[in-house]
């Protein structure tokens, strides 16, 4: 049985992950105990961070098994590790390195790990939500029981490929379930202004599917909700769509300030922080202490994760040659 404390355990090791990546993205990691005063950032490229969402990752994911299938966005270390990723081969693949769960070819954008289920990030807007509804359909042309989740972020409800999946996932009665994170911001552009309407919940009726919406930053809801839902769709109900209204506490990527957002925003958003919300209810539970001990375990597990990673071999010049097709005319592409 799932409790918030298991819950809690989930988003800070999410929030720990987070926050190490960041800041090895800026160029050092010494305060978990790696020396980069000599060397260029650890994590190169854009990184996308689910700072502030962790909770719906959490909360979802907990209702999941292994042989349940799942699409993240380009915001998706939080969804990779909920799904059982290991936090080691994860940091390794950020970091570039030929241990990383794509053999340091994907990085943060597109890391996967198919041996938990989880098909992928996406650095394109809205591309995981027919990945996961193609996915849905396999699964249900073999006649098995899992289901698939697919994340996106509120600005993916603007784009067509949200449309075209959620019109052939009802129309085959497809087993997923879309998770439309909605923090209100699409990059630096507020939601609002470029969104008619009343936003995912709304259009998912539209095309007959079911939809709850929660509050994101409250785990112990999201877990009630995700419940729900997943529950109707195995018993064959169909798709369904979960509305979790969150924050993003950063910029868009790890070196963006966010100079653009309202200040009055961000602090509004910092209140609402998912996990101290959850360690308040558990410290009112009388589970303190246990919680003060998770939130060290995660620390000293994401430390280890970039010990190992930065000492991690980075792949062979040959390796660029592997996972790719050949034409059959010798013709890599």
Same mark, same amino acid.
């Given at each position: 049985? +799932?409790?918030?404390?298991?819950?809690?355990?989930? &988003?800070?090791?999410?929030?720990?992950?987070?926050?190490?990546?960041?800041?090895?993205? *800026?160029?050092?990691?010494?305060?978990?105990?790696?020396?980069?005063?000599?060397? @260029?950032?650890?994590?190169?490229?854009?990184?996308?961070?689910?700072?502030?969402?962790?909770?719906?990752?959490?909360?979802?994911?907990?209702?999941?098994?292994?042989?349940?299938?799942?699409?993240?966005? %380009?915001?998706? %270390?939080?969804?990779?590790?909920? #799904?059982?990723?290991?936090?080691?081969? &994860?940091?390794?693949?950020?970091?570039?390195?030929?241990?990383?769960?794509?053999?340091?070819?994907?990085?943060? &954008?597109?890391?996967?790990?198919?041996?938990?289920?989880?098909?992928?990030?996406?650095?394109?807007?809205?591309?995981?939500? @027919?990945?996961?509804?193609?996915?849905?359909?396999?699964? #249900?042309? /073999?006649?098995?029981?899992?289901?698939? =989740?697919?994340?996106?972020?509120?600005?993916?409800?603007?784009?067509? @490929?949200?449309?075209?999946?959620?019109?052939?996932? $009802?129309?085959?009665?497809?087993?997923?379930?879309?998770?439309?994170?909605?923090? $209100?911001?699409?990059?630096?552009?507020?939601?609002?202004? &470029?969104?008619?309407?009343?936003?995912?919940?709304? /259009?998912?009726?539209?095309?007959?599917?079911?939809?709850?919406?929660?509050?994101?930053?409250?785990?112990?809801?999201?877990?009630?909700?995700?419940?729900?839902?997943?529950? *109707?769709?195995? *018993?064959?109900?169909?798709?369904?769509?979960?509305?979790?209204?969150?924050? /993003?506490? #950063?910029?868009?990527?790890?070196?963006?300030?966010? +100079?653009?957002?309202? @200040?009055?925003? =961000?602090?509004?958003?910092?209140? /609402?922080?998912?996990?101290?919300?959850?360690r308040a209810v558990l410290e009112a539970r009388g589970l303190a202490e246990e919680a003060t001990r998770v939130a060290q375990a995660a620390k000293e597990e994401i430390a280890a994760a970039l010990h190992a990673a930065e000492?991690?071999?980075?792949?062979?010049?040959?390796?660029?040659? +592997?996972?790719?097709?050949?034409?059959?005319?010798?013709?890599?592409?």
């Amino acid at each position: 049985m +799932t409790t918030l404390l298991d819950l809690y355990r989930t &988003m800070v090791r999410i929030r720990a992950f987070e926050d190490a990546a960041e800041i090895a993205s *800026q160029g050092g990691v010494a305060a978990w105990g790696l020396d980069t005063s000599a060397k @260029p950032a650890l994590v190169r490229g854009p990184l996308h961070l689910s700072t502030g969402q962790e909770a719906i990752a959490a909360g979802v994911c907990a209702h999941l098994s292994l042989t349940d299938l799942l699409t993240s966005t %380009h915001r998706g %270390h939080g969804h990779t590790l909920a #799904k059982g990723a290991d936090v080691t081969r &994860m940091m390794s693949e950020l970091f570039g390195r030929a241990t990383g769960s794509n053999g340091g070819k994907g990085g943060s &954008m597109h890391i996967a790990d198919f041996s938990v289920g989880m098909l992928g990030a996406n650095g394109v807007v809205a591309a995981g939500l @027919p990945i996961a509804v193609g996915a849905a359909h396999a699964l #249900k042309l /073999r006649g098995e029981a899992a289901i698939a =989740v697919s994340f996106f972020g509120d600005g993916a409800i603007n784009r067509g @490929p949200f449309l075209e999946a959620l019109n052939w996932a $009802r129309v085959f009665e497809l087993p997923v379930l879309f998770v439309c994170e909605d923090n $209100r911001i699409s990059a630096t552009t507020p939601t609002r202004p &470029m969104t008619a309407g009343d936003g995912a919940g709304a /259009r998912a009726n539209a095309l007959d599917i079911a939809s709850l919406s929660v509050d994101g930053n409250d785990v112990e809801a999201v877990y009630a909700a995700a419940g729900e839902l997943i529950a *109707q769709i195995r *018993q064959g109900g169909g798709p369904r769509l979960l509305h979790a209204i969150t924050d /993003r506490h #950063k910029g868009h990527v790890s070196v963006d300030p966010g +100079t653009y957002r309202n @200040p009055a925003d =961000v602090a509004q958003a910092l209140l /609402r922080d998912p996990i101290p919300r959850a360690r308040a209810v558990l410290e009112a539970r009388g589970l303190a202490e246990e919680a003060t001990r998770v939130a060290q375990a995660a620390k000293e597990e994401i430390a280890a994760a970039l010990h190992a990673a930065e000492a991690a071999p980075f792949p062979r010049p040959e390796d660029a040659f +592997t996972d790719v097709a050949d034409t059959g005319a010798g013709v890599w592409q």
